[in-house]
C-alpha cells in the first residue's frame, strides 16, 4: 500500500525547500503530488526576475530539491520529481496571485456553493482582507480565499500580450 502525502505533507515540503529555492531565484508556485500510482511529486517554479523559466531553470531547482529531500527524506519510498514552470493559465493558489492577476479572466472553483455555483469564470477584479473579488459576466462575486478548492488563468490574448511584455521587459532588464 502507497502512503499517501497529505495538503499537509506538501506544506512541509515547500516550507523546506523554500529558504534555498528563493536563494536561487526562484519562487514556489505550487508543490503537490499527482498520480498517486506512480507517485510524482510536482513542484511549479517561477523565476523571481519574471523571465520566462528555461529547462535549464527546472534542472537548477530540481538538482537543489533533490539534495533537500534525499538529506531530509521526507517522501516515504520511491517517487519522481517533476519541475515546471506554471504556464501561462497558472494556477493560482496565493492571495498574492490574485492581486498580481488582477483585471484578467480566471476560473475558480469554490469547495462550497455561493449563490447556488461552485464554478465560476470571470475577470479578478480585486482582493479585499481575505475575500477575492471577481466581474462574472457583469455580477460581482465575492470568494473567500480559504474557501477556493482551485483557480486558474483564462489564457486570453490580453494575458498572452501580458506576458509578452513581461518577458519583454525581463530580458530588457538583463542588457
Same mark, same amino acid.
Given at each position: 500500500?502507497?502512503?499517501?502525502i497529505s495538503a499537509n505533507g506538501t506544506k512541509t515540503i515547500e516550507n523546506m525547500i523554500d529558504p534555498s529555492v528563493i536563494d536561487a531565484g526562484y519562487d514556489i508556485v505550487r ?60 494556477? /493560482? @493558489?496565493?492571495? =498574492?496571485?490574485?492581486?498580481?492577476? &488582477?483585471?484578467? %479572466? #480566471? ?45 486558474? /488563468? @483564462?489564457?486570453? =490574448?490580453?494575458?498572452?500580450?501580458? &506576458?509578452?511584455? %513581461? #518577458? ?8
Amino acid at each position: 500500500m502507497v502512503k499517501q502525502i497529505s495538503a499537509n505533507g506538501t506544506k512541509t515540503i515547500e516550507n523546506m525547500i523554500d529558504p534555498s529555492v528563493i536563494d536561487a531565484g526562484y519562487d514556489i508556485v505550487r508543490v503537490q503530488f499527482a498520480d498517486e500510482r506512480r507517485k510524482t511529486l510536482q513542484i511549479m517554479i517561477e523565476r523571481r526576475d519574471r523571465r520566462p523559466v528555461t529547462v535549464d531553470d527546472c534542472a537548477t531547482v530540481s538538482r537543489i530539491v533533490s539534495t533537500l529531500l534525499d538529506v531530509e527524506d521526507p517522501v516515504p519510498g520511491r517517487y519522481n520529481l517533476e519541475v515546471s514552470s506554471p504556464g501561462i493559465d497558472r494556477p /493560482l @493558489v496565493k492571495v =498574492d496571485d490574485y492581486e498580481r492577476f &488582477a483585471g484578467f %479572466e #480566471a476560473t475558480v472553483e469554490t469547495k462550497q456553493a455561493f449563490d447556488g455555483q461552485k464554478k465560476f469564470r470571470g475577470r479578478i477584479s480585486g482582493v479585499e482582507g481575505m475575500n477575492i473579488q471577481m466581474d462574472c459576466d457583469g455580477e460581482s462575486a465575492e470568494l473567500p480565499f480559504e474557501d477556493i478548492r482551485r483557480a486558474s /488563468l @483564462v489564457i486570453t =490574448d490580453e494575458l498572452i500580450e501580458a &506576458a509578452r511584455r %513581461e #518577458a519583454s521587459a525581463a530580458a530588457q532588464t538583463e542588457h
